[in-house]
């Protein structure tokens, strides 16, 4: 099992640019968990999905569209992207059905926008 | 609202030992506890639920303070790969806790 992968590592965007992160889990998991993390920050929820079909907002989600048409994906999109989206992203799966409700990340996804 | 971790950052040479506390101003159903590596992703440790047990593994454990709403890691006789930075997550309730959420984190250093 893969677990958790994201797509790209790292992206540089200029102002006003858009792009999509790609999030994929093999684990058959129902939620799924967009994050944005920077220094002093820690983990702050973006978006997140309970099912194929479902986004909800999480606490800093303007700026920030996502989709769940796939039960294994979950994509982000930032439609134009601002010097204050300079972030590290981290995409993360949730086992609902065993009693320790993990949380599994991926390995994150740096963005530089200019 | 963001639980509110302490310390914000420890250095501790190896085989000594840390506590590291997290609170929150709201109940909690459960606490969560997660390390990060530099340039990595975070790792599941462990999870503490409300009226369960004092978890622990290794020489890593944790309790949780349903009064106070407050949880502690504890780590004992530190080992260099320990360093990283913790960050604890809560939830607020088991229905319907779809999310977590996580505080600022505490940057743990060991020196040999």
Known sequence: NAGVTQ????????????????????????????????????LRLIHYSVGEGTTAKGEVPDG?????????????????????????????????????????FGPGTRLTVL | QQPVQSPQAV???????????????????????YRQKHGEAPVFLMILLKGGEQK??????????????????YLTASQLSYSGTYFCGTAISNFGNEKLTFGTGTRLTIIP
């Open chain 1, 64 to 104: 920030y569209n996502v989709s769940r048409l796939k039960k294994q994906n979950f994509l982000l999109g930032l439609e134009s992207a601002a010097p204050s989206q300079t972030s590290v992203y981290f995409c993360a799966s949730r086992n609902t059905l065993t009693f320790t409700d993990t949380q599994y």
């Open chain 2, 56 to 73: 622990g593994h290794d020489k890593i454990s944790a309790s949780f303070n349903e009064k106070k709403q407050q949880s502690s890691l």
């Open chain 1, 7 to 42: 797509t790209p590592k790292f992206r540089v965007l200029k102002t006003g640019q858009s792009m999509t992160l790609l999030c994929a889990q093999d684990m058959n998991h129902e939620y799924m968990y967009w994050y944005r993390q920077d220094p002093g920050m820690g």
């Open chain 2, 11 to 33: 250095i501790l040479r190896e085989g000594e030992d840390a506590v590291i506390n997290c609170s929150s101003s709201k109940a909690l159903y459960s606490v969560h506890w």
